[in-house]
Structures are given as C-alpha cells and as structure tokens.
C-alpha cells in the first residue's frame, strides 16, 4: 500500500515538473525578440512552431519603410538548442542587427551554439516582402566576400593606332602650253587702180583695165 501511495505521489511530482517546463517554455516565446538595425530599423522576432518545424519571422520598420520575412528550420536537432532555444534565436538577433536590412541575412542561418550540429538544425530562408538574389550559400549572417580582383592582373593595354601621319597636299601647278597669239596682219592696201577698175569696168576685165589704167598714172 505504502509502495502504491510513494508512486503515486512520485508520478504527480513528475507531471507537475514538466507541465511547469512546458509553461515555461511557452513563457520564453511569448516576449518577442526586439532589435535595431544598423540602419535604425526597429525590427521584432517572433518565434512559433516548435515540433516538426520551426518558423521564424522578423518584421522591420522605420519612418521611410517597412519590410518582412521568414525563415524555417528545425532546430530542435541541435541538443544545445533544446537546453536553452531562446538563446539559440538570441544569436540569430546579434548577427541581425549588424545589417542596414535584417532580411539580406544569407539563406540559411546556423547560430554559433550549433555549428558542430548537421545543417538539419540550421534556418532557411522561406519568404519575404520583396525579392532578392542570393550570394554564395553561407552558414553565417555576414556572408562570404565575394572574390576580389588579384591585383597582379595586367592591366588592358590601349591598342596601337596604325594610322599613318597625314602628308600635307600642296597644290600642284599645271603646266599649260601657251599657244602663240597670232598677230594682226595689216590690211592690204588696194592700188589705185585696182580699185577703179573694180568700180568701172567688168570683173572679168579688172586685171586689163587696172593695167590700162596703170600706164595712163604712170
């Protein structure tokens, strides 16, 4: 009987221990997680879900804008997050608030309290209030650098200009052959009596009248 009463009693003790966990838990999520941004941005935590899998979303705003986003997971892989899950979101926070936007955190997030746990245990990004194109996968917020130009690379050479130097034009003198002016020649002077013979006596007698009239003047 007594064996019976001490089980018992023992089974209540047990009960009430992880209802007041369970109550407990429940208490830790019911604050939500609050923050500033780099940029000012008052953004808020909320933690829901803690089975199968866990959601998380952070809503941002500011006086010039608002913004918002997701991320699932199942944390509760990770047996560092199942002694103390709070926690596990807290560093998720820290590494938050060093971005001007909270949500171009990487893709998939692994708080450091995790980092030997599978990637199981990490937070994905599920969705948000705009678009985005993500970088090179990254386990932590700050993301990978992406690569910077090797300073030995040569730099772009300009191309030789096969242009030749312009050869100035002179005008060329063309040569034209002066052709000679012909002279005026003087009219002929017609003889007296030629041309009284041309006046009065027939043209077919104008050689024997001029001959004529040119012995009568001598």
């Known amino acids: 009987m007594c064996t019976k009463v001490l089980l018992l009693l023992l089974a209540c003790c047990v009960w009430s221990a992880e209802s007041q966990g369970a109550g407990r838990r429940q208490n830790s999520w019911a604050e939500p997680i609050e923050f500033s941004t780099k940029s000012k941005d008052s953004c808020t935590m909320v933690v829901t879900g803690h089975g199968e899998h866990t959601r998380l979303r952070l809503s941002c705003q500011s006086s010039k804008r608002s913004y918002w986003c997701e991320y699932l997971g199942k944390p509760n892989t990770c047996r560092s997050y199942s002694k103390n899950p709070r926690h596990y979101f807290l560093q998720m926070m820290w590494d938050f608030r060093k971005l001007q936007n909270a949500c171009l955190a990487p893709k998939q997030i692994k708080p450091q309290m995790c980092r030997r746990a599978t990637d199981e245990s990490q937070m994905v ?23 910077q130009p090797s300073r030995s690379q040569p730099r772009p050479t300009r191309p030789v200009s096969t242009r030749h130097p312009a050869i100035p034009k002179f005008p060329t003198r063309v040569q034209t052959q002066r052709r000679p002016v012909p002279q005026p020649t003087a009219p002929t002077v017609e003889s007296n009596p030629k041309r009284i013979a041309r006046l009065y006596c027939w043209r077919s007698l104008h050689g024997v009248c001029a001959y004529v009239i040119g012995l009568f003047r001598n």
């Open 125 to 147: 990004f599920s969705s948000a209030s705009f678009s985005r194109q993500w970088p090179e996968a990254s386990t932590r917020t700050g993301g990978a650098r992406p690569a």
